[in-house]
């Protein structure tokens, strides 16, 4: 039949020539199908399917529609081949797509469709074939196709070819495989022992335990954020009770000087750290490893020896300072009365000048060095300028009846005198000439430029010189009265120094074996302890034997217990036992006190009054405090009423643990490694316990800090690390810091786990994955769960995790069929086919699943 076509303008016509092989209310349906079924088909594997479709098939162009409606409505999937068996009334077709996919299509084919062929009478390269929806036939109009087909089935089959395990064999679209098949299937020539397999299962069992890790580790960072929030909280208190241990212990006198830059006299950083690490043994009690810290003794000696020559050569510049001021004022009252003979204050300030260049301890103190280098660059542009004056009133030949010649003492060569000409000139900008012998004009003064550029000279000098010689403290005192202040406590340091320098030698020399008795006796005077002990003796508070001994023992075990570098949380409550002790025998000798006299009592207020008494008070108070504020934060419930993010409360944070110890028990029960055989019903917990990870994930990630809340700094290494306030921000920025990287790099890895998910294949390539593999077990075996600081039971539950992730490494194992065994394994696979039946009754879709 020749196509006959009446009107150009006809819509069906327009498709075909458009080239279009489906009309729009078939292509418009076959999309919202497609958008509705895009969620569970994004969820399924693919898997190997043979569909037998029935109904009027056959010499219906049923296998065209078949084929474009398939390659519209399928997402993932695709038609593989197509048989038609006119004898049996169906066509077979082999797809491998995913279930939803084979559902939709054969829902869809069940409606009856029109195909429109047109070979004659058609513009060149249009369609010669078009499928409408039955509704659209009455837009034929005029236009009448070469013929038209109508199909749609009426039954339909399904049978969905096993992929999965069988007892250690592997079957994969109802094929068992052996290495060479898996080798094609994931592109290589054959699967080597290197080249790992992971099934899915394996890989959601993996993907599950990283994100358990990665819920455990973000538990440990908020954990982490909540204690950096409570030390932030007693961080002043836990500063003010080091400052009172430090101020306990036995060079704190020394160590209030040298240890700041408060006095630049006395300010010795090299001194403190030597005296530092020797008091360290010295509060330990520590006398058997004296000989190991003789390198720190000698070398506080000699620093020392080098404060008291610091103090030595400053009053040394004291000195000069003083004369040179006085040259100056004659040098300043001869030149501005026109008095030209200066070389009595020209020839002292040079020698003062010299001298101040030998005091190469004030010159390199770390503090003095920019500020004296100043001051001599002042006084040698000053003494230049004074040697211009003295060139410039020379010439030669004799003076006249006006002048007066003034021979030098000594003639100085060209050559001095040449270089003294180019550096003048080249500081001063001026013209010299020095060719002939000098001579002093009396009748010539100084001109104003002159007076201007010596004035300036003078006053940047004086400046300068004003403030090295009137150095000042932080606290605006005198520094050169304020360093002599301390010479005693520096003298008494050096004694120290002498007595175990003393001490090493004979040690070293084996003249001395008892060392615990003469380092006691060294710093017996110096232990605040003792002193104390001593006051309250002499005040009359401690009486008996009982109470000496008692006493004493208190104080003894008091300062070995603040003496513990860094301060130990664990010891606080000892520590404030202790002081409780020794406050309420005070307190119980002061009420006793109040009837025996004013003697009494005037001793009991001079023990208050006493500053290590004190001291140990503040001590105990600030630790208090500290705890408290410790319990304050444990039961604030939430500080979701704060304006901006920081932590969670301690509270929220135990109910996150509460789920995740509860998810561990169900994880536990739940090894896909040990149960093979049971992969599919494994399978499915998995993929439950793995929506179960992801919804705590939420609560704990539903809040974010922003900037200027996260650590996001190196903290600083140069910290004291035997104060614990130090210590302890450092760490515990140093342990967040780290979480957040590892945290980082765990969601790169579960990303990329959840992208070779998302092709849900059976069989995943162990090559493609080894890198990725190898990263994993790399960042799991330098975690260390110590820095972290895990509670044991959540430690336990990371290392399990970890030990799960472990023994995927060389991937998973499974058994190449041998030939004598395929027969009966094909047998065994065949059992395992899966089959549905569709009925179409007016158009609803009914699934029947056999297997």
Request: aromatic residues 10%; hydrophobic residues 35%; glycine residues 4%.
């Amino acid at each position: 039949m020749k196509t006959i076509i009446a009107n150009d303008k006809n819509y069906l016509y327009e498709l075909l020539k458009n080239k279009y092989h489906t009309s729009e209310v078939v292509r418009a349906r076959i999309a919202e199908i497609k958008e509705n079924a895009r969620k569970d088909v994004v969820k399924e594997s693919l898997k190997s399917y043979t569909v037998k479709f029935r109904g009027p098939v056959i010499d219906s162009s049923f296998e065209k529609t078949l084929r474009i409606i398939s390659k519209r409505l399928f997402d993932k999937g695709k038609i593989d081949n197509l048989h038609t068996f006119k004898e049996h009334g169906l066509v077979e077709a082999n797809m491998t797509a995913t279930l939803t996919e084979v559902k939709s299509l054969i829902q869809y084919l069940m409606k009856p469709h029109l195909v429109l062929h047109c070979k004659k009478g058609i513009v060149k390269g249009a369609s010669n074939l078009l499928i409408i929806d039955e509704s659209e036939q009455n837009q034929l109009d005029n236009f009448t196709p070469d013929y038209v087909h109508r199909n749609y089935i009426t039954h339909a089959e399904s049978y969905e070819k096993y992929t999965g395990r069988l007892d250690d064999y592997l079957v994969f679209n109802g094929l068992p495989l052996t290495a060479e098949k898996i080798g094609r299937e994931l592109r290589f020539n054959k699967i080597e022992t290197k080249n790992r397999v992971f099934t899915t299962t394996g890989l959601k069992e993996i993907y599950l335990n990283l994100q358990f890790i990665d819920l455990i580790l973000k538990l440990d960072l908020e954990q982490h954020y909540l204690k950096l929030r409570t030390f932030s909280s007693q961080e002043d208190d836990l500063k003010m009770v080091e400052e009172k241990i430090e101020d306990l212990g036995f060079f704190s006198e020394v160590f209030d000087h040298i240890a700041s830059k408060d006095n630049p006299l006395l300010s010795n950083e090299d001194l403190f750290l030597d005296l530092m690490r020797i008091e360290h043994i010295i509060e330990n009690n520590n006398w058997k490893t004296i000989p190991a810290y003789a390198g720190y003794v000698y070398s506080a000696a000699n620093r020392l020896n080098g404060q008291f020559k610091l103090l030595e050569e400053y009053n040394l510049f004291l000195t000069y300072a003083n004369c040179i001021e006085k040259f100056i004022v004659k040098l300043t009252n001869k030149l501005f009365k026109h008095k030209s003979d200066i070389r009595s204050e020209h020839h002292n300030l040079t020698a003062n000048y010299n001298e101040l260049k030998k005091l190469s301890l004030v010159s390199n103190h770390p503090i003095l060095q920019n500020d004296y280098q100043e001051l001599l660059n002042a006084f040698s542009k000053f003494l230049a300028y004074l040697d211009f004056l003295t060139i410039r009133d020379t010439k030669a030949g004799e003076s006249d009846r006006h002048q007066d010649v003034v021979h030098l003492a000594e003639k100085p060569s060209k050559k001095f005198a040449t270089a003294i000409k180019r550096c003048i000139e080249s500081v001063f900008s001026v013209t010299i000439d020095i060719s002939t012998k000098p001579f002093i004009q009396r009748d010539q003064g100084l001109k104003t430029e002159e007076e201007e550029d010596l004035q300036k000279l003078i006053n940047k000098f004086n400046e300068t010189l004003e403030k090295l010689s009137n150095l000042k403290t932080a606290k605006g005192d005198d520094a050169s009265l304020e360093a002599r202040k301390c010479v005693p406590q520096l003298t008494n340091l050096s004694d120290v120094l002498d007595q175990l320098k003393v001490l090493i030698k004979n040690i070293e020399s084996g003249t001395s074996k008892d060392i615990q008795y003469p380092f006691k006796t060294i710093f017996f005077k110096f232990n605040k302890f003792e002193i104390l002990y001593r006051d309250m003796n002499n005040l009359g508070i401690i009486g008996t034997q009982q109470e000496q001994e008692s006493i004493h023992g208190i104080l003894a075990d008091l300062q070995k217990l603040l003496f513990d570098k860094p301060l130990k949380g664990k010891a606080y409550q000892e520590i404030i036992h202790k002081i409780s002790s020794l406050e309420d025998f005070v307190t119980s000798k002061n009420k006793s006190s109040r009837g025996k006299g004013t003697d009494a009592n005037a001793n009991m207020q001079g023990l208050n009054q006493n500053p290590v008494f004190k001291s140990i008070i503040d001590i105990k108070t600030g630790i208090q405090n500290i705890i408290e504020k410790e319990a304050q934060s444990k039961n604030i419930d939430t500080f979701k009423n704060e304006t901006e993010f920081f932590s969670f409360s301690a509270k929220e944070l135990d109910g996150f643990l509460e789920g995740i110890e509860l998810l561990h028990e169900k994880l536990k029960d739940t090894c896909y490694y040990k149960n093979i055989s049971e992969f599919e019903a494994i399978e499915k917990k998995l993929d439950r316990l793995i929506d179960e990870v992801r919804d705590i994930e939420s609560y704990i990630s539903a809040h974010t800090r922003s900037n200027d809340k996260k650590v996001s700094k190196e903290p600083d290494v140069h910290i004291d690390y035997l104060k614990s306030s130090q210590l302890t921000r450092r760490n515990l920025e140093k342990a967040i810091l780290l979480l957040q990287n590892q945290i980082a790099q765990m969601h790169g890895f579960i990303h990329a786990i959840e992208n070779y998910l998302h092709r849900h294949s059976f069989i995943h390539s162990g090559v493609a994955t080894s890198v990725l593999f190898d990263q994993i077990t790399y960042l799991l075996s330098n975690i260390d769960v110590r820095l972290l600081d895990m509670t044991k039971p959540v430690e336990n539950m990371f290392n399990e995790s970890v030990n799960t992730i472990f023994h995927y490494q060389a991937g998973e194992t499974f058994t190449e069929p041998k030939k004598e065994d395929i027969n009966d394994l094909m047998k065994e696979i065949e059992k395992r086919t899966i089959v549905r039946q569709y009925q179409n009754h007016e158009n609803a879709l009914s699934d029947l699943q056999l297997s």
